[in-house]
């Protein structure tokens, strides 16, 4: 069973604020390691599930939260430098209400606990803030809460029987003494070596 210790998204989530609102225009249309994606394309993403799992959290369940991860191309709203760091503030702020972590919620279209929901939450912040500051050759170093979290899921994901595609990639191997964010990273499907394809 995933840890459900509470965990804060707060200071991840101000984290991938920071590094969405420092990438410049020109690297919009750069490659990213979440395949098939550019920068547009993850920040997109991103947008859409920080509003899908702030619902979540509020129980507002509709429209939001029912839509499948990669069912479409994200769209990247035009107001994402303002749009962005609120909706990551209001995501944080809604998980921090007891209510949020209690009973099920849905979120990209599944039924689940809430309390796992918010694990599933900071993982993709995690995941995708690797993904964003790769791309964009900018620093990374993730909460480290928010990076145990994300780590336990994904490894009990990558545990499960059949694992091999779907949401996640397959394993990328990495040795047991890697720093946890490679192992992380490792377990999400992505080469912790990635870097940007030469121009």
């Known amino acids: 069973m995933t840890d459900t210790t509470p965990v804060d998204l707060g200071p991840q989530a101000r984290l991938v604020a920071r590094l969405a609102t420092a990438v410049p225009e020109a690297a919009l249309a750069d490659r990213t390691p979440c395949p098939g994606y550019t920068v547009r394309d993850l920040l997109g993403h991103l947008t859409g599930l920080t509003v899908a799992f702030r619902d979540a959290a509020r ?7 029912d839509t499948a991860p990669g069912s479409t191309t994200p769209s990247l709203p035009a107001d994402w430098r303002e749009g962005l ?3 990551l503030d209001e995501l944080a702020e809604a998980w921090r209400q007891p209510a949020a972590r209690t009973g099920m919620t849905r979120a990209g279209g599944v039924d689940l606990p809430a309390a796992i929901a918010v694990v599933v939450a900071a993982d993709e912040l995690v995941i995708h803030g690797w993904d964003l500051a790769r791309a964009t050759g900018q620093t990374y170093a993730p909460d480290q809460a928010a990076l145990r ?3 336990a899921f994904l490894l009990e994901a990558a545990e499960d029987e059949g694992r091999g595609g779907g949401i996640f990639g397959a394993v990328v191997p990495v040795p047991d003494d890697a720093p946890l964010l490679d192992r992380a990273v490792g377990l999400s499907g992505r080469d912790p070596n990635w870097t ?4």
Not at 59 to 65: C, E, I, R
Not at 196 to 199: A, D, G, R, V
């Open 196 to 199: 940007p394809p030469s121009p």
């Open 85 to 87: 760091p609120r909706v």
């Open 59 to 65: 129980k507002d369940l509709g429209p939001t939260t």
């Open 149 to 151: 979290a994300s780590h």
